[in-house]
């Protein structure tokens, strides 16, 4: 007798796995990341299974609790059951030192110093500070104020608060730290793209990037930031690698995602600016 998968029901045999628990997650996968409820076909579709299969899980779900059916429309949509297990789960996420962790294994992978920074009434402050083994700026420390105007960190922290709060943090900054507001286009890039990428703060060719970091109700929590010799990261992977760590702290603390990636010439129409990390 032929153990073949029907059409549509790929096997999904890994060892230490049970193959009906990771289907399952499939669904609420789908569920999750949809923005409205769904037919069982839409669901079949986006789960790569058979109408069958997917009557099997859905119905299966609903009687948990995971899962729950309209029974106007027939549209599935996440139950009670999952609400409670997806809250419980924020009562645990510290999205902060999420961050840090992923900021500090980037930090020891890649030639760029880095940490996390919170918003405080004087401004973007570092609560993390990692300095990389193969390229440091031992200026920055623990507890140190960035400046909000010619920094990538400052800029990400501006492009997603409210001007009022931003305004205030400027006037308590030092002379020193005052640079010219960035122009709404260029803020308007920030958002859409979830990054910031600055040179030039300290000496040619030091870069500073910047992501933001957001929680489930999609606020902003942190910022995490890097700061290295633009030489140093040539590669893409290595430029990009900031952007993927986000990426990764957003999957953990339900946030939201970090936005598509620049081309290089793009970024380096972004780097005339001075900058710090």
């Known amino acids: 007798m032929s153990t073949a998968s ?10 230490g796995t049970i193959q009906s628990v990771s289907i399952a997650v499939r669904f609420l996968t789908v569920l999750a990341n949809a923005e ?3 037919a069982l076909g ?24 995971l899962a ?12 009670p059951l999952a609400l409670s297990v997806g809250i419980a789960a924020l009562k645990r996420t510290d999205a902060v030192e999420i961050a840090a962790r992923h900021m500090k ?24 500070w990692y300095r990389s083994a193969y390229f440091s700026i031992s200026s920055l420390a623990l507890g140190d104020i960035l400046p909000l105007d010619n920094t990538a960190c400052g800029l990400v922290f501006q ?6 709060h931003v ?22 890039r920030i958002r859409r793209e979830r990054r910031a990428e600055l040179t030039g703060h300290l000496l040619p060719e030091i870069t500073g990037q910047a992501v933001p970091v957001f929680d489930a109700q999609h ?36 946030g939201q995602e970090t936005g598509g990636q620049e081309t290089g010439e793009e970024r380096r129409e972004d780097t005339q600016r001075t900058s710090s990390p």
Request: aromatic share 4%; with cysteine.
């Open 68 to 79: 729950r059916q309209d029974a106007q429309t027939g549209l599935y949509d996440l139950g």
């Open 167 to 188: 305004e205030a943090a400027r006037q308590r900054q030092p002379d020193s730290f005052r640079g010219t507001p960035p122009p709404a286009e260029v803020l308007d």
């Open 36 to 38: 409205e409820p769904l």
């Open 105 to 128: 294994a980037l930090a020891s992978q890649i030639a760029a110093s880095g940490g996390v920074a919170i918003w405080t009434e004087r401004g973007p402050t570092l609560v993390r």
């Open 159 to 164: 492009a997603f608060l409210d001007p009022h």
């Open 219 to 254: 606020e902003l929590v942190c910022v995490m930031t890097t700061v290295t010799n633009l030489g140093q990261v040539s590669k893409p992977e290595d430029r990009d690698a900031l952007t993927r760590a986000a990426l990764a702290v957003a999957q953990e603390t339900g």
């Open 42 to 65: 839409v669901l079949a579709r986006r789960t790569d299974t058979g109408g069958s299969t997917a009557h099997r899980y859905m119905q299966s779900l609903v009687k948990e609790g």
């Open 6 to 15: 029907p059409p549509g029901d790929p096997e999904e045999r890994r060892p």
